[in-house]
Every structure is written in structure tokens, then in C-alpha cells.
């Protein structure tokens, strides 16, 4: 990640929770539509912990960024 520029981080964050947060939301309409099993809610969570893995990586990112440049 190191070699990564600012932007790039910050599209590959954004792109990782963008698509988990979609499937996030597709597998939350499955459980809401259907009967559901207990994997189908482990892998509801997988999904989540996935969107926080993305907004936690845009949010540090964008920190660190501040930091650098002395703000």
C-alpha cells in the first residue's frame, strides 16, 4: 500500500465497499424475502464486516493524508 498514491488508495477502498456494500444489501434482501438459514447470515456479516473493512480504509487513508500535510 505503501506505493499506492493518494487516489488510488482511496479507489481501491472505495471500490472494495461499494461492492461489498452491494452484495451486503443483496444478501440482507434475500434473508428479509426468503427463509433463511444460518449461512445465509453469516455471510450477511462477512459482507458487513467487508463494507467496514473498505469505509475503515477510506476514513484512515483520508487521515492519514491530513497528517502529512499538517492539518
Same mark, same amino acid.
Given at each position: 500500500?505503501?506505493?499506492?498514491?493518494?487516489?488510488?488508495?482511496?479507489?481501491?477502498? =472505495?471500490?472494495?465497499?461499494?461492492?461489498? #456494500?452491494?452484495?451486503?444489501?443483496?444478501?440482507?434482501?434475500?434473508?428479509?424475502?426468503?427463509?433463511? =438459514?444460518?449461512?445465509?447470515?453469516? #455471510?450477511?456479516? #462477512?459482507?458487513?464486516?467487508?463494507?467496514?473493512?473498505?469505509l475503515g =480504509?477510506?476514513?484512515?487513508?483520508?487521515?492519514?493524508n491530513?497528517?502529512?500535510? =499538517?492539518?
Amino acid at each position: 500500500m505503501n506505493k499506492f498514491s493518494y487516489r488510488s488508495r482511496l479507489l481501491y477502498f =472505495g471500490m472494495i465497499a461499494f461492492f461489498s #456494500l452491494a452484495f451486503f444489501l443483496l444478501q440482507l434482501y434475500s434473508i428479509l424475502n426468503n427463509g433463511a =438459514g444460518t449461512s445465509s447470515y453469516v #455471510l450477511l456479516f #462477512l459482507w458487513g464486516l467487508m463494507v467496514a473493512f473498505g469505509l475503515g =480504509g477510506i476514513f484512515y487513508t483520508v487521515r492519514k493524508n491530513k497528517q502529512e500535510r =499538517g492539518q
